[in-house]
């Protein structure tokens, strides 16, 4: 069964970094495009970048400047990192799967839930 | 970025139907995908590409598009169908992604 999982922790200090892993399971991570999406609370969805297997990624202009999305076949994870934190990216924040044709994500973890505070 | 746009709500009587639209200059070069997310929960795809139903998404979604706007439709909401809807597409590339602000979905 095919299944995305991320993890981290729950809490960050502003100014600090972000870092988050989605596990795939039940799916190739070398075969398709991965995405991390959030969503402030009480918000709408805002992606934030994509990657491929191959290392290939592109990001959020708004927040190009601070993101990093990598990928780890072996261990079948993709990673995201947000530096400088603030208030602002307290957010639910959802790894996703991306179908190449259309551009859809067919395929979402449960998101976890990131507050920025100190 | 581009923006799409939706309307932030939308209400339908039980059994009837209701179209929920998402406007924006990149549909013109890109097909809209459709999201139903319900409180607490990750979003779910009802609707992407041309004319493409995910595996258990029910056939009273369906989608449309012409020009600069999408649309999803529901024929005969139903009371399970109350949710949040958004649309996202490609933006200026292929590998860059929007979203639109999201519709609330009422069903009386």
């Known amino acids: 069964q095919e299944h995305l999982q991320e993890s981290g922790p729950g809490l960050v200090k502003p100014s600090e970094t972000l870092s988050l892993t989605c596990t795939v399971s039940?799916?190739?991570?070398?075969?398709?495009?991965w995405s991390w999406i959030r969503q402030p609370p009480g918000k709408g969805l805002e992606w934030i970048g994509y990657i491929y297997y191959s290392g290939n990624t592109n990001y959020n202009p708004s927040l190009k400047s601070r993101v990093t999305i990598s990928v780890d076949t072996s261990k079948k994870q993709f990673s995201l990192k947000l530096s400088s934190v603030t208030a602002a990216d307290t957010a639910v924040y959802f790894c996703a799967r991306i179908i190449p044709l259309s551009g859809a994500f067919d395929m979402w973890g449960q998101g976890t839930k990131v507050t920025v505070s100190s | 970025s581009s923006e799409l746009t939706q309307d932030p709500a939308v209400s339908v009587a039980l059994g009837q139907t209701v179209r929920i639209t998402c406007q924006g200059d990149r549909l013109r070069n890109y097909y809209a995908s459709w999201y139903q997310q319900k409180p607490g929960q990750a979003p779910v795809l009802v609707f992407h590409?041309?004319?493409n139903r995910p595996s258990g998404i029910p056939d009273r979604f369906s989608g449309s598009s012409s020009g600069n706007t999408a649309s999803l439709t529901i024929t005969g909401a139903q009371a399970e169908d109350e949710a949040d809807y958004y649309c996202n597409s490609r933006d200026s590339t292929p590998t860059l992604w929007v979203f639109g602000g999201g519709t609330k979905l009422t069903v009386l």
């Open positions: 039940g799916a190739s991570i070398s075969t398709d495009y």
């Open positions: 590409g041309k004319n």
